[in-house]
């Protein structure tokens, strides 16, 4: 009679998607929210794909090209 309940209580789980979706949530969907939230306290709250761009600090040197590496060149016609 148990093993009865027991295969009826898995076939509804393994083959109706709603009921899966729940306890595919209640085993494991907390824990990831959980996990997620942590992970974005770590990185400071920012989110995927969000760029910062931290300036450098201004280097004296003796060159006189500020605006980057000198690179020569050839005209190709």
């Known amino acids: 009679m148990l093993f009865k309940y027991l295969f009826i209580i898995t076939l509804v789980i393994l083959f109706v998607p709603p009921v ?3 306890v595919f949530y209640l085993l494991v969907g907390r824990q990831l929210v959980k996990e997620q939230k942590r992970q974005n ?4 709250g920012r989110r995927e794909g969000e760029i910062r761009v931290d300036s450098r600090p201004k280097k004296e040197s003796d060159s006189r ?5 000198y690179v ?3 005209e190709v016609k």
Do not use: A, C, M, W
Request: proline share 0%.
């Open 20 to 22: 899966r979706r729940f």
């Open 41 to 44: 306290d770590v990185r400071g």
């Open 65 to 69: 090209y500020n605006s980057g590496e």
């Open 72 to 74: 020569d060149f050839e």
